[in-house]
């Protein structure tokens, strides 16, 4: 039972249709400039106009924020005291200034996956509790990550009783179920997909 907030971001696990889903296809990214935050596994990844990868610091907005390509897990290097290729859960805030090379942001790219990720708190008294929040809109809150396990603290936006999911089309992403056994947790866990215009292979408007 999730008692206590524990959020470890956005972890794929399935695709809609209940498709098998069996790692995927991870597209592989260059950083090539300095990266002002550390990029997490978990993270929700954006590209700049240059196609520089960062992991996304607000919940974005559908049909207003482009570049958003899917979500990180993990990431490559060449360490700069090894001297050595690396493979990782994270890479730090100003890597190729701390001298860093040949950084790759690993990323899931499909645009329809279901990810899992921790509520911010309990359902509660919202009308038939989880069940209630299936086909409702939210948002991503928590951003930033863990230097200890390498992992993205992003979690799902609930609001007390459920007052934060709603019809609202901007919102970030779609609930589409909620993990059963932690369906009356303190931070339930919750299935999402990205909603139409948050992915930018559903979004008309380039980087």
């Known amino acids: ?8 971001g956005l972890k794929v696990v399935n695709t809609v249709g209940n498709r098998p889903f069996t790692g995927g296809s991870i ?5 090539s400039t ?3 935050a550390g ?4 993270d929700l990844v954006v590209l700049s106009a240059a196609g520089n990868p960062s992991a996304v610091a607000a919940s974005p907005t559908a049909g207003t924020t482009a570049g958003i390509v899917g ?3 993990g990431v490559r290097f060449v360490d700069p005291v090894l001297k050595q290729v690396q493979f990782s859960q994270f890479v730090p805030a100003n890597a190729i200034t701390n001298g860093y090379t040949d ?17 911010s708190a309990a359902f509660g008294t919202l ?5 209630g929040a299936i086909g409702k809109n939210a948002a991503l809150g928590n951003f930033g990550g863990s230097t200890t396990t390498g992992n993205a603290t992003t979690n799902l936006v609930v609001g007390t009783n459920g007052a934060s999911l709603a019809s609202t089309a901007t919102l970030a992403v779609r609930i589409v179920g909620v993990v059963p056994e932690t369906a009356n947790d303190a931070f339930p866990e919750i299935l999402v997909k990205l909603n139409v215009g948050v992915h930018s292979y559903g979004f008309a408007t380039g980087v």
Not at 1 to 8: D, Q
Not at 27 to 31: P, V
Not at 103 to 119: A, F, K, L, T
């Open 1 to 8: 039972m999730a008692t206590v907030a524990s959020p470890y």
């Open 27 to 31: 597209r592989e990214i260059k950083l």
């Open 34 to 36: 300095n990266n002002a």
């Open 39 to 42: 990029i997490f596994n978990g």
């Open 71 to 73: 979500v990180c897990v």
């Open 103 to 119: 950084v790759w942001v690993r990323v899931i790219d499909d645009p329809d996956v279901v990810i899992q990720v921790q509520g």
């Open 127 to 131: 009308t038939n509790g989880a069940a």
